[in-house]
């Protein structure tokens, strides 16, 4: 099975559940290609500036225990890597295709349009922090726990659409009064790293059934509020321990 991974920043991308992913995935024996967006330094600063401010140019602190390590020089020598400044490019098509792929892989790639969607020979595939069809959009691990106080996480196709691609498999994610939104972030990443594999592994066996989203199901939610998240630190501290 041949997998192109779609990422962005490759002077900064560093997750530690994304490399051991990707790790995985080639112990598995697929044949695993990266295409990186967001090349240029302009691009990373902006980023960088609209997600964390000012904060982005101090030592940030990070709860996963494992040093980081950037993911383009570490598999630019044992897989094939490329890059580009859009994903949705016709220079990214051109690589797509070379690389031929049986799926598409989308580790935070932003919005990916339909030009890039159709070009595996199957379809792609996301991982979702949140219940499916319930919690579409963005926060949505925060905004399942101020609901409902459980969050999950969903591997579904994407579509052109926000989160309504046909559901592939869903995973509950525990949850404890130890923990914080950071904590329960954490563990979301953590464990989509077997849910993804799990999801890969039933693809390769054709062993599947998908569960079709309508767009009358769910809600599609947006950027949770600081007054809100305070709101859900104080809901995960009322957790069973």
């Given at each position: 099975m041949k997998i192109t991974i779609?990422?962005?920043?490759?002077?900064?991308?560093?997750?530690?559940?994304?490399?051991?992913l990707i790790e995985q995935l080639l112990d598995r024996g697929y044949t695993v290609s990266i295409l990186f967006g967001e090349s240029s330094y302009y691009r990373h600063l902006k980023a960088a500036l609209k997600e964390y401010g000012l904060t982005a140019f101090r030592q940030k602190k990070t709860l996963e225990a494992a040093k980081p390590v950037k993911l383009y020089p570490h598999f630019e020598q044992k897989i094939a890597v490329r890059k580009v400044n859009d994903l949705n490019s016709k220079q990214a098509e051109a690589i797509i295709r070379e690389f031929a792929p049986d799926y598409l892989l989308l580790l935070g790639?932003?919005?990916?349009?339909?030009?890039?969607?159709?070009?595996?020979?199957?379809?792609?595939?996301?991982?979702?922090?949140?219940?499916?069809?319930?919690?579409?959009?963005?926060?949505?691990a925060e905004w399942s726990v101020y609901f409902t106080g459980q969050v999950y996480i969903t591997t579904h196709i994407v579509d052109p659409g926000v989160d309504t691609g046909d559901i592939l498999k869903r995973k509950p994610i525990?949850?404890?009064?130890?923990?914080?939104?950071?904590?329960?972030?954490l563990k979301c990443r953590e464990h989509s790293v077997e849910l993804i594999l799990d999801t890969f592994k039933d693809l390769e066996s054709g062993d599947y059934k998908t569960h079709k989203q309508t767009a009358e199901e769910g809600k599609q939610y947006f950027q949770m509020h600081p007054f809100?998240?305070?709101?859900?630190?104080?809901?995960?501290?009322?957790?069973?321990?």
């Open positions: 779609l990422l962005r920043y490759p002077k900064v991308e560093k997750n530690a559940w994304k490399l051991q790639s932003g919005i990916i349009r339909k030009n890039i969607l159709s070009l595996p020979k199957h379809f792609a595939v996301h991982c979702h922090h949140g219940y499916l069809p319930d919690f579409r959009g963005v926060s949505t525990p949850l404890t009064r130890e923990d914080s939104i950071a904590s329960m972030r809100f998240k305070e709101l859900v630190e104080q809901q995960l501290k009322s957790l069973p321990e």
